[in-house]
């Protein structure tokens, strides 16, 4: 079977009281239980990872290539503006990765606009809110499956 890896990073342990105007009233347990039930469906095991740490967002990297992950989920928060290291982190174990925002950065503060992640991501989603977990672990079982390319 094989395993995909969501991550989370900064502030996200705090969906549901976060900001409910920009990023809704589900929780981070609430996300993450409903992907683990989409990934039985499609026949893939999950591990769910947050955290506020950058270190332990490249950390938990790097152990996803020991582990043999598949594919990475992640919505790295404030780390997609700030992180060459989590960009290094990608770069170092070639585990492809889709990188997910429930807001529109877009649409907000022009410090949001760039990522460093995003130019290395597989596919990137933004806008969705939290249905994009959803519709990105979809992207990423098509991709496993051997589905032709986006
Ligand atoms: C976010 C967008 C980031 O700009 C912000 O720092 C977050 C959440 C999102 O999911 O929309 O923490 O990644």
Redesign the pocket.
């Given at each position: 079977m094989k395993s995909v890896l969501v991550l989370n990073?900064?502030?996200?342990n705090l969906l549901g009281t976060r900001e409910p105007q920009?990023?809704g009233s589900a929780t981070l347990a609430d996300v993450e239980a409903s992907l683990r039930q989409q990934a039985g469906h499609l026949g893939l095991s999950l591990a769910c990872f947050q955290s506020n740490h950058e270190g332990a967002i490249v950390d938990r990297i790097h152990a996803a290539r020991t582990e043999g992950v598949s594919f990475i989920l992640i919505?790295?928060?404030?780390f997609?503006?700030t992180s060459v290291a989590i960009r290094d982190a990608f770069a170092g174990v070639a585990i492809p990765f889709v990188e997910?925002?429930?807001?529109n950065?877009h649409k907000?503060e022009a410090f949001?606009h760039h990522s460093y992640l995003s130019d290395i991501a597989e596919a990137v989603m933004?806008g969705f809110g939290i249905q994009g977990y959803g519709l990105a672990l979809q992207f990423i079982a098509a991709k496993l499956a051997g589905a032709p390319a986006k």
């Open positions: 990073g900064p502030n996200l920009i990023y919505n790295p928060g404030a997609t503006h997910v925002h429930i807001s950065v907000r949001r933004a």
